[in-house]
């Protein structure tokens, strides 16, 4: 059984920052990207930020030059710093594994977390 547990949301200010977690635990051979995901109430679920296993990493243009993606793979944990936050940053954001159970597993499989709350507002 696999699980990926995020933390570190909560209320800041604009202009503040806030800095995610999320840690894979479980039966895990390998990880291979890790992604945070955001959805704000009434839209769709969107890509925040990927980082692959080798450290190579992707973001969306909203973000650019604000957020920052890290992973420390000896732990199986992704980072995402928030510098700069905006009120259209408030969402619940979500951590997204693609893990592979054994050795002998042809594909990754996609992990979730449960979502923590963003909330950036004066």
């Known amino acids: 059984q696999v699980q990926l547990v995020e933390s570190g949301g909560g209320l800041v200010q604009p202009g503040g920052s806030l800095r995610l977690s999320c840690v894979a635990s479980g039966s895990i051979f390998s990880i291979n990207a890790m992604d945070w995901y955001r959805q704000a109430p009434g839209k769709q679920r969107e890509l925040v930020a990927t980082?692959?296993?080798?450290?190579?990493?992707n973001y969306a243009d909203s973000v650019k030059g604000r957020f920052t993606i890290s992973r420390d793979n000896a732990k199986n944990t992704v980072y995402l710093q928030m510098n700069s936050l905006k009120p259209e940053d408030t969402a619940v954001y979500y951590c997204?594994?693609?893990?592979?159970?054994?050795?002998?597993?042809?594909?990754?499989?996609?992990?979730w977390g449960q979502g923590t709350q963003v909330t950036v507002s004066s």
């Open positions: 997204n594994a693609a893990i592979k159970l054994t050795a002998r597993s042809r594909y990754a499989s996609d992990y």
């Open positions: 980082i692959t296993s080798i450290g190579s990493t």
